[in-house]
């Protein structure tokens, strides 16, 4: 069964920095499109960053030149460097992979105090 595992969530003060760790089981991640999706409280999930298989990223404007997505395929891992968090980028963030079918990991929270 794949599974995505996230973790490297927590509570932190703004202008902080995080990183996000996304394992993967079973799938080759550097097969897939993968992507950070970001769900405020009471909002739906937003994406704010991908990086697909081709090695092509993007980011939302919210996000760009403070958050950085990366692969590790010798690890099978996706990440989410956060930096200059704010309080706005408190919610849960979700791994997701995309081939021909997508995957979702369980979520990480993240928490950024004022």
């Known amino acids: 069964q794949v599974q995505l595992v996230e973790s490297g969530g927590g509570l932190v003060p703004a202008g902080g920095s995080l990183r996000l760790s996304c394992v993967a089981s079973i799938i080759d991640l550097s097969l897939y499109d993968t992507r950070w999706y970001h769900q405020a409280p009471g909002n739906q999930r937003v994406l704010v960053a991908s990086l697909d298989r081709n090695g092509t990223v993007a980011y939302a404007d919210s996000v760009k030149d403070r958050f950085a997505i990366s692969r590790d395929n010798a690890k099978n891992s996706l990440f989410l460097q956060m930096n200059s968090l704010k309080p706005d980028d408190t919610g849960v963030y979700f791994c997701?992979?995309?081939?021909?079918?997508?995957?979702w990991g369980q979520g990480t929270q993240v928490t950024v105090s004022s």
């Open positions: 997701n992979v995309y081939r021909w079918i997508a995957y």
